[in-house]
Structure formats: structure tokens, C-alpha cells
């Protein structure tokens, strides 16, 4: 998922995409692509590399969590992969960070009506330990009736926090209703609980519950937090209707395993200008470990990729492109913050990342210094036979360029059609059959025409 | 499922469906239906008991595989419901049979490429015991390219059975397909193999595999037994596209239970005529245990309920309705096989199952003795309003009620559309959320009309 997931963070992004609509394909009068990167486009619009890319990392990798040896085996399946593609200086930067193991999980309805539900733990959820918890469960419709209780009142209980999400092209309701997930853990330990059930933070009616990253404040010990998968909190919440008390057995044995190593791959497409500066481009390589991760983000690292690789076969750009196939995206950003921290100093000029799936991108957005306006308004022309509109609102960028992002270099975001994205994201789901090569296509030919142009603009991208 | 899934019942079913095509809706010059008829008909369009028994059994007792404990409350849930609606002659019906229960379960690849897969045991599976079983996998396209391979030649290996099943609106597809699960694991132990994965016979591309009964001959002792979800089957077979030796680690822990206790629930409106005979409609109480069997086969439990409720409600009609709630059908139609023994010698003068789901009703079969084919006009007419076409081949009947079947008593089958039923059948997708009510309501509207319509004709329907 491409937004940075911070409550705070969510919900101005959703204040800001509440209001934003597409802008009409192609501004009247506007001058058509430049010949050389229309061709770039509708070539790419046969790509096959993107989906070599995705099926490749699925299969001979597949699920991928952060800080693990399939992750480290991923980045070595991505450096061969980025030398064979012909990419420059490609090279793994490694980290260390904290490893969170997802151990066993199982959950049961003991009474009214005993039944066993699907869960899965959300990262960083704490561990009942081997001895099932037995305990009352507290019915919450949304996480602002949690919020309500007084601090205390869930003692020794199991709160089961709902939501109602549905499905937005622009993902705006993962933001809403998210926070089940975000901060609603943290809540419930505040609370008093001893564990927190929420209705998964997705949109599909398939017993894959969706897991993801949770976070509790300093000096709050983790409860154990899990996800129930939607059919099973509408099952949970029809029970409740029922009127009579609610007890639930819970297992979920998760472990912290310490620091373990985590790391970059990264590969460059070198410029003829040095000091025109680096375009970073970025998708993760680490996925959650239900699935394989196919459109989270097997998708993104293939459409940077195989966009990139267009450029450089094209010719030597006047822009090395640079990108960045960052780690333990899902647990908190690590890939992406090592990759700042140890590159803060050489002249980036422009980022975009790709983490919203494989879904045809409908819209462009910018944040560009006044000085390229020029080179966004021909990008914005060059997109508009894919069906792609300028948006109205400035470039947010991602989890794993946020740092570049906040210093204020031009930023572009390739929204991504998010309708079914959280139909799959974070669960077993997430897998190669789920991506449709046509969209894919659109994708690569997107990122070509917004590289091609970037990559070769005269302009400066640069904030005088 | 309705169908009787032995094989050679299956491919003469396959043979049969194959070139069925529905008959216009209604035939030039039809006379329409009895007002009375028309009337019952379109208030069963605004049913709501039928809905209410569903969501009623798969809340309060969710899944209810046969010869368990929650089948046996099931059996409790309904003689209440049954009882609450005002029928007749509420009673539970017992019988003993051998008992299979699931146990863990887990399959993982071990090279070339670590991975899990989502696996569930088919019935009557053997045990790999708590060792986990890790041998190599040789891969057959076909149940056919399994069959062709020479006795002895899988010793200490495990079978990979694939297909390519295709949604049907006449579900035939799972006659052709169903054939890996239904004799896969047989074939496979006689030739050797020290077990069996099979690509779930289903249509859908989620993580939740499809499980269901398989059956090993007299002296063939049954090898451990499991169907992969088709997103894994499918990595399982780019896996093998690699051209690498694949070794797999299984974990499949079922175990034989010994004989255990089931049972029929049968509920009655009793008729004016007891010479005219008792009209026995079913459907099956039983479940599997990964979902909570909501159109396999609450959905039917409902349907039939639900009509016979309002034939009820609108005066004795002249002949007995008998519902039939089956136990143990998933497992080998121990419930309708039960209620025969103990009720053959009754006179039974029509039968009709539901075991397709709740999707709409698309045409509709007659195999009835030539007294009774104006009775059967008389249906089809009155069907015509609700998309309900008269099919070219005699009703075969369903699992439940084969046997009566097989004796040549009037037979009707309601077909369901079943173009998504095999995404659901027999998985943890099975459930509440799965049923469309305005699809449900047809089928209440349809069983009514053929109730009404068959517990009052004046005519015989039995073979002169």
C-alpha cells in the first residue's frame, strides 16, 4: 500500500482525495506527446517483462516478510533478475531492524453457538502464549465506540472491533476505516483488554482474513491482535445480535525474534548529466507472509522495473534513473528510511513510487517546483490516450519515498484504480492470478511515458 | 450437490446434460396458470422464511459435519424451527455410520522453491500420522495421464492430480472434472503412491481449497488425501514448469472414528387423501466442516421448508407433504439412504431435492409416468413467469433421494443455476454472505408453484 500509514497521515489524505475528482483526459487545445515518447508508450503497451517480473518473484520466491531469509532470498533473486534486465551498479544495501514471527493462530466461538473463526495476527500483535485465552468478548461496531469506553473497563476481556469498509478507486476508505487496524490494538490494551479481534480491514467476502502492521506507544505491552476475515465478523456480529453473552478461545502465538537483517536492492539506469540528477524510482520486495504478494508488490518492483529497462534500451538518459527495490516496507518503512538515510546526500530531483496493486492508473498526480510545470504538463498530455487524468491535488508519494518526499523534491503519484485492491491486500489472497495482464500493460506504458519525459526534460526539476 | 457423484453416474449424467438446452419459456398456445397457483407463486417472490432459516442454522450452528455433535444439533435446530412453523409430525430419525474427522493439515514445498500451500483433506483421506511425509511430487495434468502410468511406479511418491475445471450453468463440468477427487486418490494408491494433492474441483481463485468425499475400493487402503486451492495447484504447476525435482513435505492427520451417530429430521403437512400418497421433498442438514454449509445445503433445508410452509398455510392440501432433512449426505447419503429403508414401503408418489445452492432456477425436468403428464404442463406453465424453462431430459434426481428415484416414482428437479456454485462448494467460502436473497426467493417461488400444483392434482401420479 502506497500512502504512509500513520492515522494521522491517513486522514489527511483522506481529506485531501475526498474532494479529488479526475480532471478531463485531455485539456482543450493542449499540444499532443512528443512522437519518440508516444512510441515509448504504446510499445510498452505490449510489455511482457512486467509480468515475467511478478510470475518470477511469486513463484521462485514467494511470500517474502520482512527481516526473513525469503526476503533475503528475494533480493537475491532481484539482483540476478536486475542483471540480466542490464541494469547498472546493481547492488543490495542491507539493514538491521526488528523481526516480528508469526506463530500459530486459531480462534474459537465457545459460547452461545461454538464454531471455530478464521483469524490471522496483525504484525506486532503480542502472544497469548501456548494456553488458549478464554474471555468474554465486548462488541464494538466501530473504533470510535471503543475509543468511548473508560480506560480500564475491558479488563481481562477480548474487545472485537467492526467496521463497514467499501471499496474506493482511490483507496480513500482505507484510511477510515483502517484504523481498526492502526491504533485500534494500542486502544484496547489502554483499555485494560486482553486481547483486540477486528473485522479485517478489506473489502472481499472470503474467509482470508487480512493481516498488516499495528503499533502500540511506548511502555503499552502488545496484546494479542488479530484480524478476523469478514465473513467471520459478520458471523461474530450475528451472534452478538443474538443478545447472550459472547465467549471466544483464542491462540495466537507470535514472537518477536530480535534484529535480524533486512536490505535494498537497487540497480540504476546511469544519465549522461551527472548533475541533472537522480529520478528514484521504487516499489518493496518484502510482502506479507500469507500470500505471495503478487500485487503487494511483486506488481510495483515489476512496473518500476520493466519501465526503467524501457528507458535505458531507448538510449542513455540525460537523468540516471535510479531504483529502489526496498525492504520490510510492511512493518514500518525500514527498506525505505535506510535507503534516505544513506543517500540523503546525493541530488535526487524527482521520486515515485508504485504500491497500490496492478489496476490500470486513472489519474496523475504532481509535486513539482514551479520551474517544471513545463514537464508535468507534458507528461500529463502523453498520459491521456491511457485514460489517465491530472488530478487536482498535490503528489502524496509512498511509504518508501516519504522521507525524500518531506524534503520537498518533485514528486509524481500514478494513482492506481484501487477498486478491488482490498478485496486482497494482506491476505492469503494476494497471488499471481490476481493480476490482469492488460492493466499491468497500461501500467508499464504509464511509468515509460512519465520516465521517458522526466528523465530527458531540459527543464530543471529543481525549486529555485 | 444434488447429482449422485459415483462415477459412472457422473458421466452418464455428464452424457445427458451435455446437449440439454432450455425450452423456450412457454409454449405457443399454453393456457396460464390457476389463478390460485399465480397467487402463491408471486407472494413466495417476497419470502422470508427461507432467508431466516439459513441465517438462522449457519449462526447458530454453523458447520454440522455428519455423524458430529453439531450435526446432532443441527437436528435439534431444525425439529425446533419446524415445529415453530407449525408443521406436523416433527421428528428426528436415527441411524449409525462410520465417522471420518479432520485433523491438522499442512503441505509445504521444500524444493526447489520453500513455500507453503493452502490444503484441506478429502473425505475418507488416510493420516500421513504426526511425521510429516516429505517425498518427491510427479505432476499429471489429467486424471487420465495418472490412470496411464504402470501399477507401482509411484511407490513413496506423491501424486499431483490437476484439472481445468470450468463453471457450467448446468454444473456438468463437475461430473468430467470431479473425477480427480472422486477416484484420483484410488487409482493413485494402487499404483503406489504414498499419498495424493489434487487441484480443488472448483471454479474460483481463492485460498480456500475444496473439499469433499473420496472413496477407496474394498482392500485399497486409503492414502492421505487433499485437495490444493486452485491459486496453489496453479504455483504448484509454474513450480514444476521449471523443470526442477519438487519435494514435498505434507502433514494430513484425519482419523476413522468409528461408528457414530446421524440422523433424518422429517416434518410433515399432512394431506385430505392418504391414498393419494406422500410427496417427499429434501435437502441435507449435514455440512462440511470448513464453511458453514449455507448453500450446501441450509439453502435447500430452506427452500423446501419454505414452500411446504406455505402450501401448508394455505389450507390442507390433498396430498401429504413430507420434508426430509437429511443427515450425512456429503459422506455418502447415509441420511437418504436411512429414510428409505425405514420408509419404502409407504406409498411415496413424487420426490424433489434441493442441493444446488440458491441461485436461481433456470429450467426445470420431469420424469413423470404418462398419468401425470398434464400435471407436469401444468408446472411448467406456471414456472414460465419466473425464467423457468422446461428442459428435453427426465429429471435424474439427487443424492438424497436416489433411491426412490430408482424405484420410478414421479420425479422433479428445479435446476439451479450453478455457474458460481463450484467457487463455494465444500470450501470455508461457503457461507451467509454467499446467498442472494432475491435468487433465494425464486427458488421459494418455484417450489411453491410445484407444490401447489403436485399436492392437489386430481390426476395419479403414479405408473399405471
Known amino acids: 500500500m502506497q500512502k504512509i500509514l500513520l492515522p494521522t497521515a491517513a486522514l489527511s489524505f483522506l481529506l485531501l ?16 506527446a512528443d512522437a519518440g515518447i508516444a512510441a515509448l508508450r504504446d510499445a510498452a503497451l505490449k510489455d511482457d517483462v512486467a509480468m515475467d517480473i511478478i510470475e518470477g518473484l511469486t513463484t521462485e520466491v514467494g511470500p517474502r516478510p520482512a527481516a526473513t531469509a525469503k526476503e533475503a532470498d528475494a533480493r537475491v533473486w532481484a539482483v540476478a533478475k536486475l542483471k540480466a534486465l542490464g541494469f547498472s551498479n546493481v547492488r543490495i544495501e542491507t539493514y538491521m531492524m526488528p523481526a516480528w514471527v508469526r506463530g500459530e493462530e486459531e480462534a474459537t466461538i465457545v ?42 473497563s475491558l479488563k481481562g476481556k477480548i474487545a472485537f472491533v467492526s467496521n463497514q469498509m467499501a471499496a474506493t478507486q482511490d ?44 503499533r502500540f506507544e511506548d511502555g503499552v505491552a502488545p496484546i494479542p491482535a488479530a484480524a478476523l476475515s469478514v465473513p467471520d465478523a459478520e458471523q461474530l456480529e450475528r451472534v452478538f445480535k443474538r443478545g447472550k453473552p459472547v465467549t471466544i478461545k483464542l491462540v495466537v502465538t507470535p514472537r518477536f525474534n530480535g534484529k535480524q537483517e533486512s536490505g535494498n536492492v537497487i540497480a540504476e539506469v ?49 537523468r540516471t534513473i535510479r531504483v529502489v527495490l526496498a525492504g520490510a516496507e510492511e512493518v514500518g518503512s525500514f527498506g525505505g528510511n535506510a535507503y534516505y538515510e544513506a543517500h540523503k546526500n546525493e541530488l535526487h530531483v524527482l521520486t515515485s513510487e508504485s504500491d497500490f496493486g496492478a489496476d490500470r492508473i486513472w489519474r496523475v498526480d504532481f509535486a513539482f517546483p514551479e520551474t517544471g510545470k513545463p514537464v508535468a504538463e507534458r507528461i500529463a498530455t502523453a498520459l491521456a490516450p491511457l485514460g489517465i487524468g491530472k488530478g487536482e491535488h498535490p503528489a502524496a508519494g509512498g511509504a518508501d519515498n516519504a522521507l525524500f518526499v518531506k524534503t520537498g523534491i518533485a514528486t509524481i503519484d500514478l494513482q492506481q484504480d484501487g477498486t478491488r485492491y482490498f478485496d486482497l491486500h494482506h491476505t492469503a489472497d494476494d497471488t499471481l492470478d490476481k493480476v490482469d495482464p492488460q492493466q499491468l500493460r497500461q501500467n508499464v506504458a504509464a511509468w515509460t511515458t512519465m520516465l521517458g519525459i522526466v528523465a530527458n526534460a531540459p527543464e530543471s526539476l529543481i525549486a529555485k
Chains 1, 2 share one sequence.
Open 270 to 318: 546511469p544519465g549522461s548529466d551527472p548533475s541533472a540528477g537522480i529520478i528514484m524510482v521504487t516499489g518493496h520486495l518484502d510482502s506479507w507472509d500469507l500470500g505471495t504478494g503478487a500485487i503487494d508488490d511483486a506488481a510495483g518492483v515489476a512496473i518500476v522495473s520493466a519501465a526503467a529497462k524501457r528507458i535505458m534500451d531507448a538510449g542513455t538518459p540525460r
Open 17 to 32: 482525495a475526498g474532494t479529488a475528482l479526475a480532471a478531463p483526459p485531455l485539456a482543450t487545445g493542449a499540444p499532443s
Open 171 to 214: 483507496g480513500s476508505s482505507y484510511g477510515v476505516y483502517g484504523m481498526a487496524r492502526f491504533v485500534g490494538p494500542n486502544i484496547a490494551a489502554k483499555k485494560g483488554a486482553a486481547a483486540i479481534l477486528i473485522k479485517s480491514v478489506g473489502t472481499d467476502h472470503h474467509r482470508v482474513p487480512h493481516t498488516g502492521v499495528t
Open 111 to 152: 459460547a452461545p453457538f461454538p464454531q471455530k473463526l478464521a483469524i490471522a495476527a496483525l504484525g506486532n500483535s503480542g502472544s497469548t502464549g501456548k494456553k488458549p485465552l478464554e474471555a468474554e468478548v465486548v462488541y464494538f461496531p466501530t473504533i470510535g465506540d471503543l475509543q468511548a469506553v473508560p480506560d480500564g
